[in-house]
């Protein structure tokens, strides 16, 4: 059953660029009130100032800022409807050669900040018998050399989420995850223009899993979501298909295939890796860098904005 998102408080993490902006755009262009959460304080206020909607400077992995982004949401809205656990990141290189430390940063941001989002929102989630959308990745069941943390994260987000399904569903609440393959965003742009040889992987990939989907298209599905509450988002659709044959994606046949590939571009892929000298693509590397700006007070919140 489709539901309309029009007067419906949606809170976005990762929302200052890419698939969190547009997914915030479109649902508030469909009449919801956005929360904006995020590392880059100047983008979040511009585009809130676009869609008339709040922002935080938010850390998922610090729960003291997730809880003021979610407490000033309410402070602003009084209510969560739906949140799209969207925040993420991918590191450089393998876990022999890689910085150890970007490894598991991706892991943090993209596994436990889904933890602390879904800890936070779930109590006002459960009074509106809201929706929550958890982005995993294509990666939570096809793995690649090299992206290693980044999938292990992925895969641990979709139990994550099948798990939470099941604690929250006698309260009415929604629960899906979102399972894109490569997004025409700055975080895969950043990977293409660091790393020669992860262009050389994807024209080698079958469709879908080596085509680029529009992040246009990609938050289209992604609303469709919200107003559907659906159980899983595949993106592009063809990515059910790998879903669906992921024992074969995963069993030693089909592993084989990727070692033969593996001897020759994971050493090439290590190298281009240590000539970047960072962890991280210079999009990532950059938001992560400052600290994160204290959150306005949610009086301050309710103050100005709880007329939207």
């Not at 479109?26 to 922002?55: H, I, Q």
């Not at 900040?113 to 459960?126: D, E, F, K, Q, S």
């Amino acid at each position: 059953m489709k539901r309309s998102l029009s007067g419906r408080v949606v809170l976005v993490t990762g929302a200052a660029r890419g698939i969190g902006e547009h997914t915030a755009r479109l649902a508030a262009a469909r009449g919801a009130r956005l929360s904006l959460a995020g590392l880059e304080p100047d983008r979040l206020a511009t585009l809130a100032g676009e869609l008339g909607a709040v922002w935080f400077a938010c850390d998922v992995t610090d729960q003291a800022s997730m809880d003021a982004a979610v407490e000033g949401t309410i402070a602003a809205y009084g209510r969560i409807d739906a949140v799209v656990a969207n925040a993420g990141v991918a590191s450089r290189g393998t876990v022999a050669t890689g910085d150890v430390e970007a490894l598991v940063r991706t892991v943090e941001v993209n596994l436990v900040g889904v933890m602390r989002t879904a800890a936070a929102c779930l109590p006002h989630l459960i009074t509106t018998k809201g929706y929550l959308l958890i982005v995993a990745s294509a990666a939570s069941f096809a793995a690649l050399p090299g992206m290693a943390p980044y999938c292990a994260s992925k895969a641990g987000v979709e139990h994550f989420a099948n798990a939470v399904r099941l604690e929250v569903a006698h309260h009415g609440v929604r629960v899906g995850t979102a399972h894109p393959s490569w997004i025409d965003t700055d975080l895969v742009r950043d990977a293409k223009d660091d790393l020669p040889s992860f262009r050389e992987t994807l024209h080698r990939l079958p469709p879908p899993l080596g085509s680029t989907t529009s992040v246009e298209r990609c938050a289209e599905l992604f609303v469709d979501a919200l107003e559907r509450r659906r159980r899983k988002v595949f993106v592009p659709r063809g990515v059910a298909l790998v879903y669906w044959l992921r024992t074969l994606v995963n069993s030693r046949p089909a592993e084989l295939l990727v070692e033969r590939q593996a001897r020759r571009s994971v050493p090439v892929m290590e190298a281009q890796v240590r000539s970047l000298g960072r962890g991280f693509g210079t999009t990532t590397a950059a938001a992560l860098r400052p600290p994160v700006e204290e959150p306005p007070s949610a009086g301050f919140i309710a103050d100005r904005y709880h007329h939207r």
